[in-house]
């Protein structure tokens, strides 16, 4: 068991590793016009570009860049500072200062999204093919066919208009202006947990055990509670802590519909200014979440599930 | 046999007229051994004309998709000569406008319907190579053994670098075009279909049937197409059908976020970005399009569902 572990945390990193080398190679790929502003562009002479390019190290051979990338990567965690988008400030602290906006609203919707899905989602299959029933399904069809971008403009729409709700985000108006984000960015989720809960509840109902369990004398309800919701959750658990670590990344067309300055909007921003330093700090930071959520993942399915052995779990494919 | 003592006694007296008569050809009778007329694509077809309201959804869907190419033709205003025209901005529908005009005075039925074109033709080609793809590299992976270490660690390399870094660089290296779009999204879209296959194949490689191919030195290619690809079918076609939504909404998103396609080939997601900021006051910028792509995305769901659910043979009596 914890040679399996450790054989596989191992892995994760070797993947996180190359992942971080292939973007610093991608990023190196990219002419070197593309560090200066236009502004820069213009002003400075051939010889001033090539000094500044100097002093940043960026004419040195690649694998010397290479190695100095990983140094300063194993031994500080540091990424450098960021040129284009704040300059001067250390990749870590920008990264610091948008990461608690995209925490805050992924852990709010996401808690949200958990409660009323699994809740609506159990009410759906206790009263199957009535209108209720029929009214969720209709909602997860919209909520899983329609792109999210027309969604959320509908939403924005009726908020603004009926609710007189702030379209964009704002620090000084935080709570009204939070509420629209945070119904878009559930609003997809709910509807994933609902369809799943449904199904394998009223799949559930025919099996064996729950005929046995009602011989014994077990009410419905408890039968329900205790042995379906139960067993429904398990393959549910897998995903959640990767979803809650994945808040950390943001969601890029929510925040960048509302302005929130989360970390969703960095990444495009950073790519779409040549920041590299930015851009592989977030990408080692998305790699590392996501093969811990996996991870923590099949960890936390063990825990609820002891039938289920993390070495005879699905191995190396995710 | 039981009763055969009793018959035995007669069957000499018995003239052969009697002991012999012409059965009718019976065809449930016929049914009962071996023979059926069973045809699989026929069962499909049947078990999926029974759904009256994929039916409906089938019939709305090419509906609409016909009238896009026919809406920008019936229309006043043809797309390559739109002009920008201060004076006539954000007009209401009406007798000339069919459906208003945008923020720069531009009639918005011949974009609309323009754009629908773009995201319907877009999202069939990119679901059909990523079915192609994806199933080709699914049945060599799940297939092959020693292939299976690589395409495993390629997976996971792939789907662990948001698919928005690599829509990013190819959009600054490369440039956006309806082509580069397209095999972009190829490119990263075919994982989701070549694991889903791959599993599959997984389980039917070592069936019986396919030892005795192998043990016969049936080609690899062989096997794959004629011994496990038939089984793949209810899967794949439903992945195929829920890629269409997909890419359109993807299409909306990256455009919306600059990445998509460049700015002269109107699509779905370009028109919602130009309209954000004028939404709220002149709703009809967005109810028109929002209109036509739930349609499209939600018809195509449906209908793949109930394809996919006719598909299977589980299901076939």
């Known amino acids: 068991m914890l040679g399996y572990t450790l054989k596989r945390l191992l892995r994760s990193l070797i993947t996180v590793f190359v992942v ?44 010397e860049q290479l190695f100095r990338f990983y140094k300063n990567l194993f031994l500080h965690f540091d990424f450098g500072t960021s040129r284009r988008i704040q300059s001067g400030v250390p990749v870590m602290q920008l990264i610091a200062s948008r990461m608690g906006y ?42 899983n066919a329609v792109p999210a971008l027309v969604s959320y403009s509908l939403i924005l729409i009726i908020g603004a208009k009926y609710f007189h709700l702030p379209s964009m985000y704002s620090i000084r108006n935080k709570v009204p202006s939070s509420i629209m984000p945070v119904i878009c960015l559930a609003l997809s989720s709910i509807a994933g947990y609902m369809v799943w809960i449904r199904r394998y509840m009223v799949d559930e109902l025919n099996k064996d055990y729950l005929k046995l369990a009602q011989i014994k004398g077990m009410s419905m309800k408890d039968i329900m509670l205790r042995h379906v919701l139960k067993n429904a959750f398990v393959p549910m658990a897998q995903n959640i802590p990767a979803s809650f670590l994945l808040t950390i990344t943001g969601s890029i067309l929510m925040e960048r519909f509302f302005g929130v300055p989360g970390m969703g ?42 039938r289920i052995r993390l070495n005879t779990a699905k191995e190396g494919i995710r | 046999m039981h009763n055969l003592n009793d018959k035995e006694l007669d069957i000499d007296a018995m003239p052969d007229k ?28 049947k078990n999926f004309c029974k759904k009256k309201s994929a039916i409906v959804m089938a019939c709305v869907f090419f509906a609409l998709f016909a009238f ?78 020693e292939l299976d270490a690589f395409f495993t660690e390629l997976y996971n390399l792939m789907t662990n670098i948001p698919n928005i870094i690599y829509m990013t660089l190819i959009a600054l290296m490369i440039g956006q075009s309806f082509a580069v779009m397209c095999i972009a999204m190829v ?51 439903l992945r195929l059908a829920l890629s269409v939504p997909r890419t359109i909404a993807l299409e909306t998103t990256l455009s919306y976020l600059g990445l998509g396609l460049d700015i002269n080939t109107p699509s779905l997601g370009i028109l919602l970005r130009n309209a954000r900021s004028y939404f709220v006051d002149f709703p009809y910028l967005l109810l028109f399009p929002a209109a036509i792509v739930s349609i499209i995305t939600i018809t195509f769901y449906l209908i793949g569902n109930a394809f996919s659910d006719a598909c299977d043979p589980k299901n076939h009596v």
């Open chain 1, 20 to 63: 971080v080398t292939l973007v610093f190679l991608l990023m190196r790929m990219l002419p070197t016009d593309y560090y200066f502003t236009e502004e820069e562009l213009l002003l400075l002479t051939q010889e001033q570009r090539q000094d500044k390019l100097m002093a940043a190290g960026l004419l040195d051979p690649v694998h």
């Open chain 1, 102 to 143: 995209s925490i805050r609203f992924g852990t709010i919707a996401l808690s949200i999204s958990l409660v009323l899905g699994v809740f609506l989602g159990i009410m759906q299959a206790k009263y199957k093919d009535s209108l209720w029933d029929h009214v969720g399904t209709a909602y997860t069809i919209f909520a």
């Open chain 1, 265 to 306: 909007p960095l990444l495009a921003e950073a790519i779409g200014s040549y920041d590299t330093n930015v851009v592989q700090g977030l990408v080692t930071i998305y790699a590392l979440m996501s093969v811990l959520g996996v991870f923590l993942g099949d960890a936390l399915m063990c825990l609820i599930d002891p």
């Open chain 2, 18 to 45: 009697k002991l012999f008569s012409v059965v009718p050809y019976e065809l449930e009778e016929a049914e009962r051994t071996g023979f059926s007329n069973y045809s699989y694509w026929g069962s499909v077809w």
């Open chain 2, 68 to 145: 896009s190419f026919i809406a920008p033709v019936i229309g006043r205003f043809s797309y390559s000569e739109l002009v920008t025209d201060n004076t006539q901005i954000f007009i209401s529908p009406n007798k000339t406008y069919w459906f208003g005009t945008d923020n720069l005075g531009r009639d918005f039925w011949c974009q609309v319907w323009y754009a629908t074109q773009t995201s319907i033709k877009l999202a069939f080609i990119v679901a059909f190579f990523e079915c192609v793809v994806g199933v080709a590299i699914g049945c060599l992976w799940g297939y092959v053994r």
């Open chain 2, 187 to 237: 490119c990263f879209g075919w994982m989701g279909m070549a694991r889903n296959v791959r599993n599959l194949v997984m389980i039917y490689r070592d069936r019986e049937y396919n030892l005795a191919s192998r043990c016969l030195n049936t080609p690899l290619l062989r096997i794959l197409s004629k011994n496990i690809f038939p089984y793949l079918t209810s899967v794949v076609i």
